[in-house]
């Protein structure tokens, strides 16, 4: 049976490589903009101050056997360490959605715990006289509470990283004419990961042998998808398509009410002659194309594109895209009874047969042979 000192072991071997990773891995300068290499630059040391921090606490824990003194003094260590370190992953990830961004109040929420934490157990060890290496009742308070405003403060990290990553969401699917998932999906499955670590924290980190083991385990999987994942987001372009997503001239209120604001008749006609001359080019099926084009191929802003799009229902340019497109491969199923799919999905713009195919579905109910059999 693998031993609690053994786990320990692992655990501090496996967070100074992946801090080591962190550290040594190539810093993307050709990212673009100096701005968008700060942003990573910054991302990059939290989460290495984060690693480095569980690996020191591991060592630490297995070098003075604090697990063995008591019931309290793992995870009294666990807490001063654990807590910040997570902080600093949660921050990482809050960092790169918020393009640097980050409140003054965000970074102070978390040292004001930590600190809170630190001395609630400091007090108990004073007012119990026995100090925090013996176990005592004032201690299991101080841990008990501390158990409980670190999981408060996790929560609410999270839950401002999710909100960060729908603005991002929201942003992407406004701007491209396909879904681009991929390029955040990783922040969603990590904060998935460590919203269920912070709810087990306040139980599992009194636990002993094999459920401590197996939260161990969670911990390592968790932190290790987060650091593969952020290694290959640091290493492609998706920031630089993320942030060409965004509406930078506007804040989040005036965005809002230029897409609310009714279009009068004159605004509308003036857009739907833009709008055809653009269909007429039949630019639609190029793969690939933005709202930043579309705007200025028709020469109009991206927000009276939103807003024509909405006075017709479409909450994105890519639902609109797609019906277009969806048009067109309807004519050329018609015309062309031997054109394979993957041939269609590349003449009407799909990046690839499968979304075509999940796209024809969806719209017309049906897949394109089954629509093809009954025309």
Same mark, same amino acid.
């Given at each position: 049976?693998?031993?609690?000192?053994?786990?320990?072991?692992?655990?501090?071997?496996?967070?100074?490589?992946?801090?080591?990773?962190?550290?040594?891995?190539?810093?993307?300068?050709?990212?673009?903009?100096?701005? =968008? +290499?700060?942003?990573?630059?910054?991302?990059?040391? #939290? $989460?290495?101050?984060?690693? %480095?921090?569980?690996?020191?606490? @591991?060592?630490?824990?297995?070098?003075?056997?604090?697990?063995?003194?008591?019931?309290?003094?793992?995870?009294?260590?666990?807490?001063?360490?654990?807590?910040?370190?997570?902080?600093?992953?949660?921050?990482?990830?809050?960092?790169?959605?918020?393009?640097?961004?980050?409140?003054?109040?965000?970074?102070?929420?978390?040292?004001?715990?930590?600190?809170?934490?630190?001395?609630?157990?400091?007090?108990?060890?004073?007012?119990?006289?026995?100090?925090?290496?013996?176990?005592?009742?004032?201690?299991?308070?101080? =841990? +008990?509470?501390?158990?409980?405003?670190?999981?408060? #403060? $996790?929560?609410?990290?999270? %839950?401002?990283?999710?909100?960060? @990553?729908?603005?991002?969401?929201?942003?992407?699917?406004?701007?491209?004419?396909?879904?681009?998932?991929?390029?955040?999906?990783?922040?969603?499955?990590?904060?998935?990961?460590?919203?269920?670590?912070?709810?087990?924290?306040?139980?599992?980190?009194?636990?002993?042998?094999?459920?401590?083991?197996?939260?161990?385990?969670?911990?390592?999987?968790?932190?290790?998808?987060?650091?593969?994942?952020?290694?290959?987001?640091?290493?492609?372009?998706?920031?630089?398509?993320?942030?060409?997503?965004?509406?930078?001239?506007?804040?989040?209120?005036?965005?809002?009410?230029?897409?609310?604001?009714?279009?009068?008749?004159?605004?509308?006609?003036?857009?739907?002659?833009?709008?055809?001359?653009?269909?007429?080019?039949?630019?639609?099926?190029?793969?690939?194309?933005?709202?930043?084009?579309?705007?200025?191929?028709?020469?109009?802003?991206?927000?009276?594109?939103?807003?024509?799009?909405?006075?017709?229902?479409?909450?994105?340019?890519?639902?609109?895209?797609?019906?277009?497109?969806?048009?067109?491969?309807?004519?050329?199923?018609?015309?062309?009874?031997?054109?394979?799919?993957?041939?269609?999905?590349?003449?009407?713009?799909?990046?690839?047969?499968?979304?075509?195919?999940?796209?024809?579905?969806?719209?017309?109910?049906?897949?394109?042979?089954?629509?093809?059999?009954?025309?």
């Amino acid at each position: 049976m693998i031993r609690i000192e053994e786990v320990q072991s692992i655990g501090a071997f496996t967070m100074a490589v992946f801090a080591m990773a962190i550290a040594l891995s190539p810093r993307r300068k050709v990212m673009g903009k100096e701005k =968008e +290499y700060n942003i990573m630059k910054r991302s990059r040391w #939290m $989460l290495f101050s984060g690693l %480095m921090l569980l690996s020191i606490h @591991y060592v630490l824990q297995r070098t003075f056997g604090f697990r063995h003194m008591g019931d309290l003094q793992g995870p009294l260590l666990n807490f001063l360490l654990y807590t910040p370190s997570v902080l600093l992953m949660n921050l990482t990830m809050l960092n790169i959605l918020r393009f640097g961004k980050i409140k003054r109040w965000e970074y102070c929420l978390g040292m004001a715990v930590s600190a809170i934490q630190t001395a609630s157990f400091a007090i108990a060890g004073i007012v119990s006289g026995k100090g925090v290496l013996i176990d005592s009742t004032e201690l299991m308070v101080a =841990e +008990y509470f501390s158990s409980a405003i670190a999981m408060v #403060m $996790l929560i609410v990290y999270i %839950m401002i990283t999710r909100r960060e @990553y729908k603005k991002i969401q929201d942003s992407l699917d406004q701007y491209y004419d396909q879904p681009q998932q991929e390029m955040i999906q990783w922040f969603a499955t990590s904060m998935t990961l460590f919203m269920l670590l912070a709810l087990t924290t306040p139980i599992m980190i009194y636990s002993q042998h094999l459920m401590l083991m197996a939260y161990g385990m969670i911990m390592f999987a968790a932190i290790a998808f987060l650091v593969i994942n952020f290694l290959h987001y640091s290493s492609s372009n998706y920031m630089q398509m993320i942030m060409a997503a965004e509406v930078p001239e506007q804040s989040d209120a005036t965005a809002t009410g230029a897409l609310t604001a009714e279009m009068t008749k004159e605004e509308k006609d003036i857009m739907q002659r833009k709008v055809a001359a653009w269909l007429a080019t039949r630019s639609y099926l190029r793969n690939g194309i933005t709202m930043a084009e579309v705007s200025q191929e028709m020469g109009v802003s991206r927000q009276d594109i939103s807003r024509y799009l909405h006075t017709l229902n479409y909450s994105k340019i890519g639902s609109w895209l797609a019906e277009l497109r969806i048009e067109e491969a309807k004519r050329l199923i018609l015309e062309n009874e031997n054109f394979s799919n993957e041939a269609i999905a590349i003449s009407c713009g799909f990046s690839s047969r499968e979304y075509f195919q999940s796209t024809f579905r969806n719209l017309v109910g049906m897949t394109p042979k089954q629509w093809q059999s009954q025309k």
